[in-house]
């Protein structure tokens, strides 16, 4: 069971043995967690592995060596790496939304990302760079919540279609 905090790092609980582990940021210490600031995400992945999404980007818990890989995305919108939110497709791509910097998708086998964010000249971008949550549903379709609305993300185009709420329509 992992718990995670708010500036307090990660805490995982062993229910067969009743111990606790207690994981922080060291900045001595390479393989430790990458913030204690905020905890805002926890994925595990279809392999078992446990990504950790934080205030300073993308972990991934190594359990033979209880430490953390670290994932540094591209320079995002304004530099901002903090992740709201997880998701494992079902091609095993690693799906980070952010507060204010768009969505990010990583190939774990590569380590390479594709970013995608809101441009006002592109109505088939993301439609808001202010992401909150992102899903894959039971059709493999890829849907992104965030201020905008919603965003349907179309894997043939790379493209998303987005639907936002008519205010004027009951």
Known sequence: LW????????DRLDPAT???????????????LSSNDEVHALL??????IWVG????????????????????????????SISSLMQDHRGNIWLSSFDAGLQRLDPATGQFTRYSHSEDDPASLGNNKVSVVFEDSA????????GGLSLFSWASGTFQTYVHDRTRA
């Open 140 to 147: 493999q379709r890829v849907w992104v919540g965030h201020d």
């Open 44 to 49: 595990q992945g279809s392999d078992g592995s």
């Open 54 to 81: 934080t205030s300073a980007g993308l972990d991934r818990f190594d359990f033979e060596s209880k430490q953390f890989q670290h994932f540094s995305p591209p320079q995002s919108v304004g530099g901002v790496h």
């Open 3 to 10: 718990a995670a905090t708010r500036g307090q790092g990660l």
């Open 18 to 32: 009743g111990e606790i582990s207690h994981f922080v940021h060291n900045e001595n210490l390479a393989g430790s």
